[in-house]
């Protein structure tokens, strides 16, 4: 497949700059949907620098070398972009796995540097000034009167390889005959004497240079009817000294014309340079795409017959050496170009504008394209898509379909509808054939690959339905439309190869045998084994995305990416199962969640051969569903068939040319095959009585809990070990550490990959039997890749099934956690849900006396291994404060006698993964506060980079609450450290006593510290990384500002920004302890420990949240305290700050930095009532910005100073 990766006068950008060049950039961006949809090979345009510069669409070749980086002919750039812009999209093409072909120019020059005398007159005279001298700026390439048309060996203009219609003839054979440079290499010759000439040997060196420097795999020849083919074949073998390069020729001319030219070149063998080579040379076929043209722009009036014959195969030549195309760039002429930004219809870019405006030769396919695709699609020969097709005018969609259609059914021999015996007309004799045109490919069955060829019937009629009787290659198989114009219908090809194809008026249709699946490149294979043999009877099931919520699987609504079947005779549900039919989408084999879905269930029926994997007359359609998030496979149960007769709307994921909805009825509703039938279900329970808990991702320690109370860990005990299977919900994993587990012991020798946390004495301490966690004891668990380390057999993989059964939980737990003031950490404890449903932390009927509302979970996917955070009535980075099943987390005690009491009226009824969890969290930094009725706003950071060779993300939410307590309360969360080793970013904030926070309630004026860093291999390190912000949304008068103190910045944070930094690993940084030992192959645990500043440095970062200064009580009157503003401000030696008292009390000003350190105390003493003022020598303070705050009386009143230097 091949795709024109551009068009006519493809936008030049800002063509005033150099930089402004954006085609290159566009190939790049669409390569992965290309390769995606089934594109091999991308045509690009030529890249060399042309005569016109900037405006060139490089068929007007000038420097040979030059691909957008030396300034000459009036720019750098060419029109596509620089040279680097070309190499970067031929890099991300090469990585999506796509071939480039270049564009190749050589017949012709343009844009000499001056002029000179021709060499020889045809017909004697005297000899006149022509544009024929090129001095190039790369100094590669320059040429002369005798490298073109007319010279001394060719004194003559004749057409059609000596004369000049587009620039400056190329001659390649002059000078063939002497030495070059006698003092080089093989005489200065490239690659040898060639009976070719200077020229044309430079113009081989340049060709292999495209292909070996460049990248080039493949090339589009330009105007070879004009070249003469003795020089273009050995120009095409010497292109690389192993195998030859795909070459494509375009030859303007009629078939026969053509396929003389290819043949001459094709005649050729080398036996020069690379030697003893053939030349190979692919053919545009411009007779067939003229027979499209008519066809499609002929309003019906086309004879379809006329197809019988068109095009070069048809004509005679080999389909490997054909390309199709239904439209290029010399037939569709419109394009941009330059304008006035004050003329009508102009488009600005930068600060120039284009207009778009038609060139000669405008010849355009302007209606019914898609089927014109549809011929290409299903021919022999290489099709070709076009740019503006694909990208542009909405055919892109259906030029996915029809090349999974090609990729899986036309395959073999192609035969016209004049080989086919066509008769027996629908309706009967009713039309003139001139109308209808049908083609077949007669499939590959020795390739073993199942391709079973097809029948393509295309209608040029303006109105209904026309079909025929024709040979097919087919015999005793039901044959459907995968066109999905029809889509309830069948045809049968009978034991004489004869079957009824049809297609609507201005349509066609894609008849192929039954049962097969043809699919996106980007579409991954079924769960599902489809052993049914195709051509089939079909009985069909629709499930309407409307009914979603009564499909349930473990216990949920059918989710995308889900999967269902219809299981074969004597199957059963396991992975991988035997079916005779797989549910679709249009071509996708999972639940979108959006269209209704079709299972075409394949039977055995009357004119049919049999098959045992198909489902016969009268047996039980049992459907079976494949759960994407577990993994699994289930017979669904409780079906709900709707009775026969019941109407219900259709709405399919198909072209649009094949329609939208559509109204249709059941024939059927019993639940049991039928051939032709259409059931509709409208309900089912798949899934376990307990769906289990999966473990995602990759090797690397998690949370956990055990989610009934008689459940225990387990172990598997592998029998080479000499211990029976201890059941719970380790079992089929790995385990060491405790009685029980695969490897019984007690951590040393680092074998335990099982802890608990204990928070009277900070250890890791290791349970002692499989049986021996508590009801809500979380623990943590590394998850390794092998499940079996005793055995030398397969790797396990992930994700990790792990069943959970058991008695749940149904009261409330008390967790009967404890609080040790003597620990540096807090009250810290690792606990989990109890209960066997998801639970809700924020629920109002949980008991949380002396606790941080604040809890953490791990996740492995989240920064590299990293702490998800949520407060209640705040927010964060987990999901709406859901503790999923099985979840460990992690919560602080923050005093004496403290009780945390879990509500079962907090289970949620749902069921979640617990790990991952970050994928499913808003992007800049978490969900938003629940139980309130109106959200807090936030501040919400984002920290990108790559890190250790990672990508990696973390996140800072700080909630503004208007009516929170003044200072750091209770609601304000810990950062805590990720696992020792790991690839990280880290951006926190950080409390007056240096802690670090991940999430803070902010009342009044406040300053608080951001500090970023990054982590490789779990030591500070120096990194490249994107700060970046969501614009806040705060009460009116209120100001967020961002002040970076390494770069002097500052950014307002109610609009969205982002800005580039330089983590140095020398800056401040973050420190903690090290983890207790507790190492498997190498992994530690991550560690529950506070991170603090280091004290080697200042936060880089200070956000300063201001609330609007009022010098009102809510009542209107005069405040009793006004603080004023410091003047002057900003200030670099000494500033005043005046402030007025209502009544005479004890009054302290004082100045804080952006840690939140007081470093200087201006007042304080017992003042009267009345006017007073201070004085702030900054000359000890750091530039920065400091707090002014006054306390008098109950209140508190902030100012914000800034010093310079």
């Known amino acids: 497949m091949l795709f024109q990766g551009f068009h006519w006068n493809v936008h030049p950008g800002d063509h005033a700059t150099d930089s402004g060049g954006v085609w290159w950039d566009s190939v790049a961006t669409v390569a992965p949907r290309l390769a995606a949809g089934g594109v091999q090979t991308v045509w690009i345009p030529s890249p060399v620098k042309g005569g016109s510069g900037r405006w060139s669409m490089g ?20 029109r596509f972009g620089t040279e680097a812009q070309l190499r970067a999209a031929i890099a991300q093409m090469k990585t999506s796995g796509l071939r480039v072909m270049a564009d190749v120019v050589l017949n012709h020059r343009d844009g000499a540097d001056a002029q000179s005398n021709v060499a020889c007159v045809p017909g004697g005279g005297a000899p006149f000034l022509k544009w024929n001298v090129f001095n190039p700026l790369s100094g590669r390439f320059p040429a002369g009167p005798n490298a073109f048309h007319s010279n001394t060996t060719h004194c003559d203009f004749d057409a059609p390889y000596h004369d000049a219609p587009f620039g400056q003839d190329i001659c390649y054979f002059h000078d063939y005959d002497r030495v070059l440079d006698p003092s080089a290499p093989n005489n200065g010759w490239y690659h040898g004497q060639q009976g070719m000439g200077a020229t044309a040997d430079s113009l081989v060196a340049w060709g292999r240079w495209i ?3 460049l990248g080039a795999d493949e090339v589009r020849l330009d105007a070879i009817k004009h070249i003469d083919p003795a020089f273009l074949a050995p120009w095409v073998v010497e292109l690389s000294s192993g195998e030859q390069p795909f070459a494509l020729g375009e030859n303007w001319s009629s078939t026969g014309e053509i396929i003389a030219y290819h043949n001459q070149v094709e005649s050729f063998n080398s036996t020069f340079g690379s030697g003893g080579k053939d030349a190979n040379m692919a053919m545009f076929d411009f007779g067939l795409r003229y027979a499209l043209r008519d066809m499609a722009n002929g309003g019906g009036s086309y004879d379809m017959q006329n197809l019988n014959g068109a095009g070069l195969h048809f004509g005679g030549l080999d389909p490997f050496d054909v390309v199709t195309f239904v439209e290029n760039h010399d037939v569709d002429r419109v394009g941009w170009q330059g304008a006035d930004c004050s003329e009508p219809g102009a488009v600005q870019t930068g600060s120039t504008c284009v207009k778009p405006g038609i060139d000669s030769g405008h010849d355009p396919i302007v209606s019914r394209k898609h089927m014109a695709y549809a011929v290409i699609m299903a021919s022999e020969g290489r099709p070709t898509v076009y740019w503006k097709d694909y990208v542009w005018f909405g055919l892109g969609d259906e030029i996915d379909w029809l090349m999974a259609l090609r990729r899986s059914t036309a395959q073999g021999e192609s035969r016209p509808m004049n080989a086919l015996s066509p008769g027996g007309t629908l309706p009967n004799n009713a039309f003139n054939l001139s109308d209808l045109w049908a083609l077949t490919r007669d499939g590959d069955a020795a390739s073993g690959a199942g391709r079973y060829g097809m029948a393509l019937a295309i209608n040029d009629a303006g109105g209904g339905e026309l079909g025929t009787y024709v040979n097919t290659p087919h015999s005793n198989l039901e044959l459907k439309d995968y066109s999905d114009a029809y889509a309830f219908e069948t045809t049968t090809a009978f034991g004489d190869n004869r079957a009824l194809v049809k297609a609507r008026g201005g349509n066609y249709a894609w008849w192929a045998p039954t049962g097969l699946y043809p699919r996106p490149l980007d579409e991954p294979a079924s769960a599902f084994n489809a052993s049914a043999a195709p051509g089939g009877k079909i009985h069909h099931i629709v499930l309407r995305a409307s009914d979603a919520s009564s499909l349930v699987v473990n216990g949920a609504p059918i ?67 494949y759960d994407a998030d577990t993994q699994q496979t289930f017979e669904a149960g409780s079906v709900a068939w709707a009775s026969g007769g019941t109407g219900f709307t259709f709405n399919p994921l198909r072209p649009a040319s094949r329609g939208g909805a559509f109204s249709f009825g059941t024939t059927d509703g019993d639940g049991m095959y039928t051939d032709g039938a259409v059931s509709l279900v409208t309900a089912f329970e798949a899934g376990a009585s307990t769906p289990p808990i999966v473990l995602t991702g990759e090797a690397g320690w998690r949370m956990m809990a055990l989610p009934y109370p008689d459940l225990g860990l387990g172990g598997s005990d592998p029998a080479n070990q000499g211990g029976a299977v201890t059941p719970g919900l380790l079992e089929p994993l790995y385990t060491a550490g405790y009685a029980g587990a695969d490897i019984d012991e007690d951590g040393s020798g680092g074998y335990a990959n099982v802890f608990l946390y204990q928070e009277s004495d900070v250890s890791y301490p290791l349970p002692a039997t499989s049986t021996s966690v508590p009801t809500g004891r979380g623990f943590w668990f590394y998850a390794f890749e092998d499940d079996d380390p005793f055995t030398n057999g397969t790797q396990g993989t992930f994700p990790k099934v792990l069943p959970a059964s058991g008695t749940p939980l149904a009261t409330d737990h008390d967790f009967g956690i404890t609080y040790t003031s003597s620990s540096a950490f807090r009250g810290g404890h690792l606990l989990g849900n109890p209960y066997d449903q998801d639970l809700d932390w924020d629920h109002a009927d949980w008991t949380k006396t002396k606790i941080s509302s604040t809890i953490y979970v791990y996740d492995p996917a989240y920064n590299g291994g990293d702490y998800l955070s949520w407060t209640t009535g705040v927010g964060g980075t987990l999901k709406e404060g859901t503790i999923p099943v099985g979840q460990g987390f992690f919560v602080y005690a923050t005093g004496s006698n403290p009780r945390l009491v879990a509500p079962s009226s907090a289970r949620l009824g749902t069921w979640s993964p617990i790990n991952g969890l970050a994928e499913t969290a808003p992007e800049a930094s978490g969900a938003s506060a629940k139980n309130r009725e109106d959200t807090l706003p936030h501040v919400r950071l984002r920290l990108t980079g790559q890190v250790g060779g990672h990508n990696r993300t973390a996140r800072l939410a700080i909630a503004v609450d208007a009516d929170a307590a003044p200072g750091l309360d209770t609601r304000d969360a810990l950062a805590i450290a990720p696992a020792a080793g790991a690839d990280a970013l880290r951006l926190v904030a950080a409390t007056p006593e240096a802690d670090a926070l991940t999430v803070s309630a902010v009342p009044g004026e406040a300053l608080i510290p951001v500090h970023a860093e990054a982590i490789a291999s779990g030591a500070p390190s120096d990194a490249e990384a994107t700060l970046a912000w969501e614009p806040v949304a705060l009460p009116d008068g209120w100001t967020a500002t961002l002040f970076d103190r390494t770069s002097g910045q500052s950014y307002d944070l109610t609009t969205s920004g982002e800005v580039r930094l330089a983590l140095l690993a020398d800056d401040a940084r973050l420190d903690f302890p090290d983890a207790p030992e507790a190492q498997k192959q190498g992994s530690a645990a991550p560690s529950l420990l506070p991170l603090r500043l280091d004290g080697s440095g200042e936060a880089r970062f200070a956000i300063s949240i201001r609330p609007a200064i009022t010098t009102e009580t809510s009542g209107g009157a005069a405040s009793t305290f006004v603080l004023g503003a410091p003047l002057p401000n900003p200030t670099s030696s000494v500033t005043r700050i005046p402030f007025s008292l209502g009544a005479s009390t004890d009054a302290r000003l004082a100045v804080y930095d952006a840690l939140g350190r007081e470093v200087a105390v201006l007042v304080e003493a017992s003042l009267r009532a009345g006017e007073h003022e201070a004085t702030l020598d900054t000359a000890p303070l750091a530039p920065g910005v400091y707090v002014v705050r006054l306390t008098a009386g109950s209140e508190t009143l902030t100012r914000r100073v800034t010093v310079v230097r």
């Open 211 to 213: 292909m070996d420097d």
């Open 559 to 625: 989710q995308p990416g889900d999967q269902v079947a219809v299981l074969a005779p004597g199957a059963t549900a396991t992975s991988g199962a035997n079916v005779a039919g797989i549910g679709r989408v249009g071509q996708r084999l999972r639940w979108d969640g959006v269209h209704d879905m079709t299972i075409e269930v394949l039977g055995n029926g009357a004119n049919i051969g049999a098959d045992g994997s198909r489902l016969n007359d009268g047996d039980a359609l049992r459907l079976v569903v």
């Open 59 to 78: 068929y007007d070749p000038y420097d040979y070398y030059d691909l957008g980086s030396i300034g000459q002919k009036g720019s750098v750039r060419t």
